[in-house]
C-alpha cells in the first residue's frame, strides 16, 4: 500500500489576495470530454502521485479550506482522497506528520508540495522502496529552494536550506519514506526546541544521528508556482510542454 501525503495547510501568503485556497489556483488546462477546462496547481502533483503508485491520498488542510475538499471530494483517478485537519499555522513538517495516524509502518510514503509543477510525470516511479529517498530536480538558483547535497553514490549528505552559497544545483521536489521512518522522524521532531518548520533541517539532524537517505536525479524540471514569478513560469513551462507533444 502507497499513501501520497500532500500539505495543503498553508495561507499562501505570497500569492494573497486569492478568493480561494492557492492550491486551487488555476494553471494550464486539462480536457473534460471534448471540453476544454481550467486545471487547479494541485492536480499536477496528484497527477504525479497517482503515477507513483499511490492509491490512497491524505491532503492536509486548515480549518478554512474547505473549498478542496468540494473540489476534490472523495477521490482521484483510482485513488481514494482523506483529509486531516491541521488545527493552526504549524510549518511543513507539523502538517504532514498529521497524516500518522492513518500509516502503517510498513507503508510506502510519497510526500510533495501542491503548489509545484514538474516534469516528468512518472518521475516517482524512479524511487525505490527504501527509508528515505529524495526525488531532486536541478534548478538555475537553488538557493531559493531545499538544495540536496549527495556523495558520489547517491547518498544524502546535507540538505541545505535557502542557502546562499548552496553546494549543489540539484533541489528536492518530493520524497518517498517508509511509514515507520517518518514516525522516526516525527519522534525525533518532537524533542527539537524549537521545533523544525521544514523538512531540511529535520532530515539533517536525522543524518547527524545516523540515519540515511539516497538522492535520484531523475526529475528534469521543476517549477514553484506559490508567487507571481513561479505562475508564469509555470504557464511558459506548461505551453512549451505542450508543443513538443503536438
Not at 492557492?22 to 470530454?33: A, M, Q, W
Not at 540538505?159 to 518517498?176: L, P
Not at 516525527?186 to 539516497?214: C, F, K, M, S
Amino acid at each position: 500500500m502507497t499513501w501520497a501525503v500532500i500539505p495543503a495547510a498553508g495561507i499562501g501568503s505570497r500569492m494573497q489576495p486569492l478568493a480561494f485556497s492557492k492550491e486551487l489556483l488555476p494553471v494550464g488546462s486539462r480536457h473534460d470530454g471534448e471540453a476544454e477546462r481550467p486545471r487547479a496547481v494541485s492536480e499536477y502533483l496528484l497527477e504525479r502521485m497517482v503515477a507513483g503508485g499511490a492509491t490512497r491520498i491524505c491532503i492536509v488542510i486548515s480549518p478554512g479550506k474547505s473549498d478542496i475538499i468540494e473540489y476534490y471530494g472523495g477521490s482521484f483517478g483510482e485513488a481514494n482522497i482523506c483529509y486531516v485537519v491541521q488545527p493552526q499555522p504549524g510549518g511543513l513538517c507539523d502538517a504532514i506528520f498529521r497524516a500518522l495516524p492513518l500509516i502503517g509502518d510498513e507503508e510506502q510514503v510519497l510526500v510533495g508540495l501542491p503548489d509545484t509543477v514538474w516534469f516528468p510525470i512518472e518521475a516517482l516511479q524512479s524511487l525505490g522502496d527504501g527509508d528515505l529517498s529524495f526525488l531532486l530536480f536541478p534548478v538555475d538558483r537553488p538557493e531559493l529552494f531545499d538544495a540536496v547535497v549527495c556523495d558520489d553514490d547517491g547518498n544524502v549528505k546535507e540538505i541545505q536550506v535557502k542557502q546562499q552559497d548552496a553546494k549543489s544545483r540539484w533541489i528536492w521536489g518530493a520524497f518517498k519514506l517508509r511509514g515507520r521512518v517518518l514516525r522516526a522522524l516525527h519522534e525525533l521532531w518532537r524533542t527539537r526546541d524549537p521545533r523544525d518548520p521544514y523538512i531540511g533541517t529535520l532530515v539533517n539532524e536525522w543524518l547527524a544521528r545516523g540515519g540515511q537517505a539516497v538522492g535520484i536525479a531523475a526529475g528534469a524540471s521543476y517549477v514553484d508556482v506559490g508567487t507571481v514569478h513561479g505562475y508564469r513560469q509555470a504557464m511558459t513551462l506548461l505551453a512549451e510542454r505542450q508543443r513538443e507533444t503536438r
